[in-house]
């Protein structure tokens, strides 16, 4: 048998598929992201139901670029596509690139592996798994109850490769061990050496039939050769970006973190291996080593079994039934990540009424519920909506009854842990639901007094706009005390008592000239018994903002004389205040500033913490 790289013949002068029309844009933002969510989504698809769980591993691998299976033939392909005289500069620019590649000694690969799944079956008659996911567009062939739907997540290696050029390889659970490779190559439409325009897919495979997969796989590449059943995928010209690992990391533990825990998944990211016993180490780190990995948050919620977490059942008809966990903590989230039966992480609800802090998990279960979940999905597996539903026995009514119940059910029972909580949350008039939304809406202060009698247990954090007016400096000694007391620009609201009219000749340098942080996110804990609090600000650019810190009473009324220290947590250093407000305090982009704050009392208060910015 012969084997080698074929572009099919355009035949009956079809039409010409440019470069573009595969998929494969659906998955380029982000690509990294999207190989972990489909390729780990697929391998679950594909469990032995005698095993325990599923094996994923991920490997990057340098290759001698002359061992790729007729890459002389794959070669020429790319220079005749880089030399077509009608085509798009980024398209250009693509094979070019690509004949670089293969024309370098050796090319950067990843491996990706499943162990504990049946293989792709259907590889000796070419048909079932194995001709969806190599052979078929936009098709998927997958019972109920499975991750997929759309059939294009197979698209997303394909998005990490320079080339749009990968090998698949299988070895199946069947009695008889089937095994089989083949290429696949999406390009784009162009002449072949017969001068007959061709598709823009193309396939290693048996040039006899022109569909038999490369069976003689112990004369291949040493990557493909395994003993046990799975799957392997191996991605040629890898895109590489700095810190991928972490990446790669983070999104495992993102979306999947469910599965890990229920012991049903475990994933293997070069050397380190991530499952049930590795996760909450795991976690920790890259909330350390990110900030703004949220991922950490929704783990504690799912996980923790102290009386904080709250939790419901909830039946939806004679579907299934949904899971719900609720943290209540101090974090900012005031999301609940939603996902189905299988553990990916889908969507996050948000935008909840003002009240408690917390953080959620909501998990779907029932064979009915996550068909039609499944059902309701993009492409890209992030959203619930009956615009997407296809097919499956259910009315589109019924599906967009069934989703507008979902969250009924989760906001309903955030508004009683609201109402529970009431006794010692009260929310400030206005402030609306400030944490856990993509708003930007800058808010004012507001003028507010304090009762000191007032012993409620939340903390409030506002992001307002910054006026500008005088600046001042912080001068203060090695001790951390102040040698001298500058002079603070004011608040908003004395600002505004300002004459319009004033010689800018006599003004002094203004805060408005410097370049103001602009604050992403804010994350606050109290030790109330001491008295003190940390304010953790993460800030997305460089610059300076200040902070309004203030305790709130029952009715409302705010008072700051009950503040001692403001301290730099990073330099120990004090930070000047005067009535709750502190000077210009400098932010670095995507670096977390922690302000420890000091009371003079240890009330269980609620603290409002104002962040001016422009």
Known sequence: MRYGWRFPVNSENGEKEAFNSHGIEHFQKNSYSHLVRETIQNSLDAKDEDKDKVVVEYKPRIIKTNDIPDVENLRRVFETCANEKVMQDKARSFFRNGLDILSADKINTMLISDYNTTGLLGVETNSDNWRDLTSTDGGSYKPDGSGGSFGIGKNAPFALSHLHTIFYSTLTSEINENRGMMGVSKLSSHMNSNKEETRGVGYYRNLNDNKSPFKDLENTLSLFQRSKPGTDILILGVREIDNWKDTMVKEVLQNYFITILNKKLEVMIDDIKINDKTIAKLMKEMQEKDPKFS????????????????????????????????????????KVLMARDQGMTVKYLSHFPAGIYFTGVMTAKGKKLNELLRLSEPPTHDDWNVDYYRGGEFKKAKVKKVIKKINKIIRDFVSELNKENEKDSIDIEGVGDLLGTDSEEKLKTTDVEMDENYTGNIVEVKIAERKSGKSFRRIVNRKGTHTKKPKIHPLPRESKRKKKKQDSSKKTRSTSKKRQAKIERIRTLGDFSKGSYKVKIFPSTNG???????????????????????????????????????????????????????????????????????
Do not use: W
């Open 295 to 334: 991922g950490a948050d929704y783990y504690e919620a799912y996980n923790n079994q102290s009386e904080n977490c709250r939790r419901k059942k909830a039946e939806i008809g004679d579907l299934g039934h949904l899971e719900i966990s609720i943290f209540l903590d101090n974090s900012p989230n005031r």
């Open 544 to 614: 300076v903002a200040r902070l309004s810190i203030n305790q709130i009473g029952e009715n409302n009324r705010k008072y700051s004389h009950a503040i001692t220290n403001i301290i730099d947590s990073e330099t120990g250093q004090a930070i000047y205040f005067e009535k709750g407000v502190t000077e210009d305090i400098k932010f670095r982009a995507d670096k977390m500033k922690e302000v420890e704050i000091q009371m003079e009392n240890n009330y269980l208060s609620r603290l409002e913490v104002i962040v001016h910015e422009n």
